[in-house]
């Protein structure tokens, strides 16, 4: 019997050796050619973006799987398409537009809805009753969980005027929930607020709205010091970026400002500026071409760029411009609107060199952001159980 085992042993450490060295061998000859994205942190990002401590994560870099290869958990390859490099390839599951009143939302919910039906997805509005810039942490969850175990609508675009709302706070934010929206000139967004509240807009037609009988201008109104268009009431980008948290709420807040930055580079796929919306609408596509697939053409051969516009808005005396813009808030908020708009630009500029190089030649650029892993000495994957085996 001693005997028995000892040869039984020896005979299984010559197949370990022979099966280690021809292991080795084989996998000396693999490589791994990984496409990610060509959003590089620290060239993407503004330069005078500061979280003051607050670390970001950064863009995340994705691996395209070549299912066609006959190793596919080794063989990667390389697509010559920006939209191709960049687009999504794991299913989205939710997509979250947290839409900023008066920054052009309208006419890209319509385009979702017009583009939904041929690309299988479902559309819907999330209304939150009495919304004053924080959602409370039970509707929160609520609505998080609620979303996200809907699956017979799934894949979904989910839209709204509310606050970004954490998805991983409540355990449901993985890799297919993405949230997108758009900001817009503080200033513009709040004149443009003002006299829709009078006049209406192209799209409601003859629909009176709160202060429809209210001629007063919104030079006057500054003039008169009334809240409606006070300084503080141009604190409303911001918050909508920053959430639900006390701060997020407290004009002026310097806190409120750095999550707003944060939440935009680490939890939004894309956020656009409203005097750009047909670029925010090209990239949205590439970035999520099988939810979002003709969103583009839809907006450049339907109207959609006339879609919903302010009946009535009259010029602002260079006094009442200087007297808002010299504000603490105007101030902020306008760091923020250009901290977004720089970042967008940056997006969209390497989003147009790609395509550039790629569709004249049909092969990627020099400078295509891809990398090689060679050389690889891969540890056997039954090392452990042979090495137990053996004791």
Not at 82 to 99: C, F, G, K, Q, T
Not at 170 to 198: I, N, Q, T, W
């Amino acid at each position: 019997m001693i005997g028995t085992r000892y040869v039984l042993r020896f005979v299984m450490l010559i197949i370990f050796c022979t099966s280690m060295m021809f292991y080795t061998k084989l996998t000396g000859l693999l490589s791994l050619q990984l496409n990610v994205r060509s959003f590089d942190d620290q060239s993407i990002l503004p330069s005078e973006y500061n979280l003051r401590g607050v670390e970001s994560a950064g863009m995340i870099h994705r691996v395209i799987k070549d299912q066609s290869s006959p190793s596919s958990s080794l063989s990667y390859q390389s697509q010559s398409s920006w939209s191709r490099d960049h687009a999504r390839e794991e299913p989205i599951r939710v997509l979250v537009y947290n839409r900023v009143p008066k920054t052009g939302s309208t006419t890209i919910a319509n385009l979702f809805y017009e583009s939904a039906p041929a690309n299988g997805v479902s559309v819907l509005i999330a209304n939150f009753s009495k919304v004053a810039g924080m959602v409370s942490l039970q509707d929160q969850m609520k609505f998080v969980h609620n979303i996200s175990t809907w699956t017979s609508i799934h894949p979904v675009i989910v839209h709204g005027h509310f606050p970004y709302l954490n998805f991983h706070r409540f355990g449901a934010g993985d890799s297919s929930v993405v949230h997108v929206s758009m900001v817009r000139e503080p200033l513009d967004r709040l004149v443009s607020s003002y006299y829709f509240k009078r006049y209406g807009d192209t799209f409601h037609g003859d629909k009176r709205h709160s202060k429809y009988r209210d001629t007063t201008t919104f030079d006057e109104c500054v003039s008169q010091n009334l809240s409606e268009c006070s300084s503080d009431a141009l604190w409303f980008q911001i918050p909508y970026f920053c959430g639900s948290s006390p701060f997020c709420s407290e004009r002026g807040s310097m806190e409120a400002l750095r999550e707003a930055k944060r939440r935009i580079v680490e939890d939004y796929l894309l956020v656009g500026v409203t005097e750009r919306l047909e670029q925010f609408v090209q990239l949205l596509e590439a970035l999520v071409p099988k939810q979002l697939s003709g969103v583009s053409n839809c907006y450049r051969n339907s109207g959609q760029k006339k879609l919903r516009r302010t009946k009535h808005k009259e010029q602002l005396q260079q006094n009442t411009i200087n007297h808002l813009k010299n504000s603490t808030v105007y101030t902020m908020e306008s760091e923020f609107y250009q901290f977004v708009s720089t970042l967008f630009s940056r997006h969209f500029s390497r989003f147009r060199d790609r395509e550039k190089g790629t569709t004249q030649t049909g092969k990627p650029r020099e400078n295509d952001y891809t990398f090689k892993y060679e050389k690889i000495r891969l540890r056997h994957p039954d090392t452990r159980k042979l090495r137990n085996t053996l004791s």
